[in-house]
Every structure is written in C-alpha cells, then in structure tokens.
C-alpha cells in the first residue's frame, strides 16, 4: 500500500501534493487514482495532484528534477564561500542550497524554488 493512501478507518494520510497529514475521515477533499484513494488538505492540493498526478506519486522522477542541474559548474555556500563543490547539494556548515558560482542571466529552471513554493502554497494553509 502506498504510504500516501489511507483507508477512512485509518487515523491518518499524507497529503501527496504538500506532505501534511490529513485526518480521511473528515476532509473533504479525495481523489481515487489508479485504484487508490489520495486525501488531501485543501481543494488547491487535490486539484493540483489531479491535474498530474504522476508528478506526486513518482519520487524517483522529482528527485531526477531536483538533481537536473549540470553536475561540472561549481557550487558555492552564500554563508560559507569557502564551500565548494562541482554540483549542487548541501553546505556541510549550515545545510543552506549551494548555489551556482558563476551567476548567468538565463532564466534556468529552479526545482528547489518550485518545490518550496509547492509547500508554502498559499492555497494550502486556510
């Protein structure tokens, strides 16, 4: 069983598009796919994750979208310059993203940005 479904005489689901648990027995807001039920928090999250749900239930592909970036550019800690790696990830100091040394004008995907604003949606916290 999928650790994001739950059946409604469980006492809690997880939220496949924001990760918050829900209680199935009283939200409002489910969605069956490929013959399972998915809970959610809010109509925002639910319309999200029925709009592509492939996006929330395959975590190799989101982690292929957070690890997209060239691996041969190096990274640098905005706190701790002295951190440098080839490739995104971590500081080992404070935990903040590295971001790319050289900074180009090129308006490149960001998937740490994206995946932060799908959490913090504004839609998902009433």
């Known amino acids: 069983m999928n650790k994001h479904v739950s059946n409604p005489s469980a006492a809690r689901a997880i939220d496949p598009v924001c990760h918050m648990t829900v209680d199935p027995a009283t939200t409002p807001h489910k969605a069956d796919h490929g013959g399972e039920t998915y809970y959610f928090c809010a109509a925002s999250c639910r319309g999200k994750f029925v709009a592509d749900p492939a996006r929330y239930l395959d975590p190799e592909k989101a982690a292929a979208a957070l690890t997209s970036q060239p691996k041969d550019v190096i990274y640098t800690c905005p706190m701790h310059p002295e951190v440098r790696q080839a490739g995104p990830g971590s500081c080992p100091i404070c935990g903040m993203a ?3 040394e050289t900074v180009s004008l090129e308006a490149a995907p960001n998937p ?6 799908r959490r913090f949606s504004d839609f998902c916290w009433r």
């Open 98 to 100: 590295l971001e790319p």
């Open 112 to 117: 740490e940005l994206d995946d932060m604003t």
